[in-house]
């Protein structure tokens, strides 16, 4: 037949194509589809006795199976794949002319298998040495003819004029259908087979078989038990060197702990020496050794608790990076900003990164002290150049005109509430003659910067939107209505948000009537 006729026609088992891309040797180890010989050729149908025709094969090639071979016989049942190129009734003939026998799987199915008709025409196309030997697997039977009419194909009833070897299995059917791997069962098939197998293993008789079963067993047997002493031995050679091997490892714990213990002793004593020295940072390191050594340690603990609960200890933060000497610096309110002098200008920085916070505060001549306002919005410097001045701290921006004195201005701050701004003009007599200017001066924020005609007029427009009342240019007085105080609110609030307002002040008034509805 062609290649085009697959083995479902046939009734034979389904080719996996895949096996084919495995080495030759190896399927040939797996499926057995390969050898130079074959001890039988076992023909069957799919269909009806797949689950039973491996069974039979194991057995039959188990049977005498020394304990380095995996198996005693080679029986072919089943093509591993279909070499490209080939059919699957050439490789099946080409299988069934290197075997010596063939054993046939009686049963209703295989008397209607194709596949099975198609092997048989095979074996009798040509003289053979070997038996047709007859395993009946399925079927109810009174004797031979029964047999041969109803469960095998054509050219077996017709080739086979005189009874052969037959041997019944259909009894087994359903104890191989539900346990092929049973011990006692392939047992039993092996007494049942027994006439197959003196078949295989002709001219030997069944005692002889039997006895050489034996004997293989005893060997696998002694073999497996030494192997199981070798393990044995083994395991208690690598137990006892482990034991071994832990013994000796714990005692060099044991050794390194007791040196440890001694070395956190030791480094309490020297701390409790460091200490009575006043070298306090020392002290605390060795208490810190002894307590990594030792946590359990309770003298490590008690002193490294009194000092760092009852010592002031002083730890580095952000570094404050200037291109000359340092002559001032100060905390806002709130500890977030720091402000600092170093020549000409004044400098704000954050706290925990160091950055700078906005422009630099720069005068003409050397600034001599820098301090925040109590909300830490604005900062007050003071300079050799005659002035102070008020700057936002977010932005370095100045507040207002300079504060001015006749000579150099010694240090400023603001009030507690920041409304006013206290300056010390320099009383050190630089040169002969009369002081320059020695006073101290207060300055009204609201006053000093109502100045500005913007800022006045946005406070005069907050007073009289507050108050409803305004006077004329004539000087009539007159009441304002509802809707433009609101209107005049709103304005000046949206002028309040704007930045630069250059009063705390005034911009505090603004912002608090502003925002009434």
Same mark, same amino acid.
């Given at each position: 037949?062609?290649?085009? @006729?697959?083995?479902?026609?046939?009734?034979?088992?389904?080719?996996?194509?895949?096996?084919?891309?495995?080495?030759? #040797?190896?399927?040939?180890?797996? #499926?057995?589809?390969?050898?130079?010989?074959?001890?039988?050729?076992?023909?069957?149908?799919?269909?009806?006795?797949?689950?039973?025709?491996?069974?039979?094969?194991?057995?039959?090639?188990?049977?005498?199976?020394?304990?380095?071979?995996?198996?005693?016989?080679?029986?072919?049942?089943?093509?591993?794949?279909?070499?490209?190129?080939?059919?699957?009734?050439?490789?099946?003939?080409?299988?069934?002319?290197?075997? !010596?026998?063939?054993?046939?799987?009686?049963?209703?199915?295989?008397?209607?298998?194709?596949?099975? /008709?198609?092997?048989?025409?095979?074996?009798?196309?040509?003289?053979?040495?070997?038996?047709?030997?007859?395993?009946?697997?399925?079927?109810?039977?009174?004797?031979?003819?029964?047999?041969?009419?109803?469960?095998?194909?054509?050219?077996?009833?017709?080739?086979?004029?005189?009874?052969?070897?037959?041997?019944?299995?259909?009894?087994?059917?359903?104890?191989?259908? %539900?346990?092929?791997?049973?011990?006692?069962?392939?047992?039993?098939?092996?007494?049942?087979?027994?006439?197959?197998?003196?078949?295989?293993?002709?001219?030997?008789?069944?005692?002889?078989?039997?006895?050489?079963?034996?004997?293989?067993?005893?060997?696998?047997?002694?073999?497996?038990?030494?192997?199981?002493?070798?393990?044995?031995?083994?395991?208690?050679?690598?137990?006892?060197?482990? #034991?071994?091997?832990?013994?000796?490892?714990?005692?060099?714990?044991?050794?390194?702990?007791?040196?440890?213990?001694?070395?956190?002793? %030791?480094?309490?004593?020297?701390?409790? !020496?460091?200490? /009575?020295?006043?070298?306090?940072?020392?002290? @605390?390191?060795?208490?810190?050794?002894?307590?990594?050594?030792?946590?359990?340690?309770?003298?490590?603990?008690?002193?490294?608790?009194?000092?760092?609960?009852?010592?002031? +200890?002083?730890?580095?933060?952000?570094?404050?990076?200037?291109?000359?000497?340092?002559? +001032?610096?100060?905390?806002?309110?709130?500890?977030?900003?720091?402000?600092?002098?170093?020549?000409?200008?004044?400098?704000?920085?954050?706290?925990?990164?160091?950055?700078?916070?906005?422009?630099?505060?720069?005068?003409?001549?050397?600034?001599?002290?820098?301090?925040?306002?109590? !909300?830490?919005?604005?900062?007050?410097?003071?300079?050799?150049?005659?002035?102070?001045?008020?700057?936002?701290? !977010?932005?370095?921006?100045?507040?207002?005109?300079?504060?001015?004195?006749?000579?150099?201005?010694?240090?400023?701050?603001?009030?507690?509430?920041?409304?006013?701004?206290?300056?010390?003009?320099?009383?050190?007599?630089? %040169?002969?003659?009369?002081?320059?200017?020695?006073?101290?001066?207060?300055?009204?924020?609201?006053?000093?910067?109502?100045?500005?005609?913007?800022?006045?007029?946005?406070?005069?427009?907050?007073?009289?939107? @507050?108050?409803?009342?305004?006077?004329?240019?004539?000087?009539?007085?007159?009441?304002?209505?509802?809707?433009?105080?609101?209107?005049?609110?709103?304005?000046?609030?949206?002028?309040?948000?704007?930045?630069?307002?250059?009063?705390?002040?005034?911009?505090?008034?603004?912002?608090?009537?502003?925002?009434?509805?």
């Amino acid at each position: 037949m062609a290649n085009g @006729v697959g083995s479902a026609h046939l009734d034979k088992a389904p080719q996996k194509p895949w096996r084919r891309f495995l080495p030759r #040797w190896l399927r040939s180890f797996i #499926w057995v589809d390969s050898a130079a010989r074959y001890d039988a050729f076992l023909s069957y149908s799919w269909k009806s006795d797949s689950n039973i025709a491996p069974v039979i094969q194991s057995v039959l090639q188990g049977f005498l199976r020394p304990w380095h071979k995996l198996r005693a016989k080679t029986i072919f049942r089943d093509l591993s794949s279909l070499p490209a190129g080939s059919s699957l009734e050439r490789e099946l003939f080409d299988r069934m002319d290197r075997s !010596d026998h063939l054993i046939v799987l009686a049963s209703p199915g295989a008397g209607r298998s194709a596949g099975v /008709e198609m092997e048989a025409c095979h074996w009798f196309s040509k003289p053979r040495d070997g038996q047709v030997l007859v395993i009946t697997a399925d079927g109810e039977f009174a004797k031979w003819q029964e047999i041969r009419d109803k469960f095998l194909p054509t050219s077996l009833q017709s080739n086979l004029a005189n009874e052969p070897l037959w041997i019944d299995l259909h009894h087994r059917r359903n104890e191989i259908l %539900s346990n092929p791997n049973d011990h006692k069962l392939r047992a039993q098939l092996v007494e049942d087979l027994k006439q197959v197998l003196l078949r295989l293993y002709e001219p030997r008789t069944w005692e002889e078989l039997q006895g050489e079963e034996r004997a293989e067993r005893r060997q696998a047997l002694r073999i497996a038990s030494s192997v199981a002493l070798t393990f044995l031995g083994l395991a208690i050679a690598l137990g006892g060197t482990a #034991w071994y091997a832990m013994k000796k490892r714990n005692l060099a714990n044991s050794n390194a702990r007791k040196a440890e213990l001694a070395l956190a002793r %030791s480094s309490v004593q020297d701390g409790a !020496d460091r200490l /009575e020295q006043n070298r306090l940072g020392e002290a @605390v390191a060795y208490f810190a050794r002894a307590l990594r050594i030792e946590p359990d340690s309770i003298a490590a603990t008690s002193w490294i608790s009194d000092l760092l609960l009852h010592q002031v +200890w002083w730890l580095p933060g952000a570094s404050l990076q200037h291109s000359g000497p340092v002559d +001032w610096a100060a905390f806002s309110p709130d500890g977030r900003r720091v402000v600092t002098v170093s020549g000409d200008a004044a400098y704000v920085w954050e706290t925990d990164t160091g950055k700078p916070v906005g422009a630099p505060l720069q005068h003409k001549q050397g600034v001599l002290s820098a301090l925040f306002s109590p !909300d830490g919005r604005r900062v007050v410097t003071a300079s050799a150049d005659g002035t102070a001045q008020v700057w936002e701290a !977010d932005t370095g921006k100045p507040v207002g005109a300079p504060l001015q004195h006749k000579g150099p201005i010694h240090s400023a701050a603001f009030s507690p509430n920041g409304l006013r701004v206290l300056t010390v003009s320099d009383v050190r007599k630089l %040169s002969p003659g009369p002081l320059p200017d020695s006073t101290a001066q207060v300055w009204d924020v609201l006053l000093a910067f109502c100045a500005s005609p913007l800022m006045a007029d946005r406070l005069a427009s907050v007073a009289e939107a @507050v108050s409803g009342y305004e006077l004329s240019d004539t000087g009539s007085m007159g009441l304002i209505g509802i809707d433009e105080r609101r209107e005049r609110l709103k304005t000046l609030r949206q002028l309040s948000g704007m930045g630069n307002v250059p009063n705390l002040s005034v911009e505090g008034i603004i912002r608090r009537f502003a925002a009434a509805k």
